[in-house]
């Protein structure tokens, strides 16, 4: 096993991730330890009833469903849309702009992407709003790690597969470093999406 330099920041990042509190001595003095809830705002979608088709058949606002994200950075297109008497019922008009960090936080955990367009998303999925996103460091930085955080330490079973309550993503340990090394980690790791996105 490779030796972890201490000035290696993205390796200690790896290493720490798994638990933030129990790693915390390995975070550069620079860095924080901090939970989700402290440094984001986030909004739970909604699933129209699926009976109603008045809520889903004629002109369509997108609609993501997990099936929707993970093929690439940002989810572009999306296999349901709902009607503007769902967007207005259901939705009371409130969307997701654009450039919004979302995550799966049930079935699947910790799929992120982000919206290349105003949308809206049903229950299993959370739209993320930092408190600091002048220049989308912190969204970015997010994107890069959460499906790594989402998936350590205990969640809760559910019906089907697994999921994640709002306790539990209010207490996501976050390892937070200064904004120019998120934007180094955020930047390389986009570099390899880039790479991945060509041969895919």
Known sequence: ?????KQDHSSILLWSIYSCTAYYEK????WNCVTLSSIVDYRMGKTPD???????????FPWVSIADMGKNRYVTSTSRTVTEKALSEVFNHIVSPKGTLIMSFKLSIGKVGLL??????????????????????LRDYLFCILPVVSNSGETVSAIKGKTLNSKKIDALPIPLPPVREQREISQTI???YRILEVFS
């Open 190 to 192: 986009n570099k390899l």
């Open 116 to 137: 290349n367009q105003d949308s809206v998303h049903n229950e299993a999925i959370i739209s993320i709003f930092p408190y600091l996103n002048d220049d989308y460091s």
């Open 1 to 5: 096993m490779a030796v972890v330099r």
């Open 50 to 60: 699926t009976k109603n088709e008045a809520y889903w058949i004629g002109p369509g």
């Open 27 to 30: 975070l550069p003095d620079s």
